[in-house]
């Protein structure tokens, strides 16, 4: 089971951190992955990170904003958001993949979070 949390409203240029924190499998062997969902549009990757943290993957419209990261003594993936736009405005999503790794595939992910909604206003 994986709860995502943080979400809120924040004005653009502000700054919010997401947590995922996993329960029931194990975390540490598995990468994670971050995506988004805005209304009337299609879900779209964001970010992911390898199992042991040293692997980063960004969606270019994320880089040098967004950090994905991750703590696994306490089965938790982060993903600190900084300089936020309206258009990062969605429902965000951690996920967990079914590998080692993570990218940008939704079908690699084998389990998804709620959701946690992120609202940015301009």
């Known amino acids: 089971q994986l709860q995502a949390s943080g979400g809120g409203l924040v004005q653009s240029g502000g700054s919010l951190r997401l947590s995922c924190k996993a329960s029931?499998?194990?975390?540490?062997?598995?990468?994670m992955g971050w995506f988004r969902q805005a209304p009337g549009k299609e879900r779209e990757f964001v970010a992911a990170i390898g199992w042991n943290g040293d692997n980063t993957y960004y969606v270019d419209s994320v880089k040098g904003r967004f950090t994905i990261s991750r703590d696994n003594a306490k089965n938790t993936v982060y993903l600190q958001m900084s300089n936020l736009k309206p258009e990062d405005t969605a429902v965000y999503y951690c996920?967990?993949?079914?590998?080692?790794?993570?990218?940008?595939?939704?079908?690699?992910?084998?389990?998804w979070g709620q959701g946690t909604q992120v609202t940015v206003s301009s």
């Open positions: 996920a967990a993949s079914r590998y080692a790794v993570a990218g940008s595939q939704a079908g690699h992910y084998a389990r």
């Open positions: 029931g499998r194990t975390f540490s062997n598995n990468g």
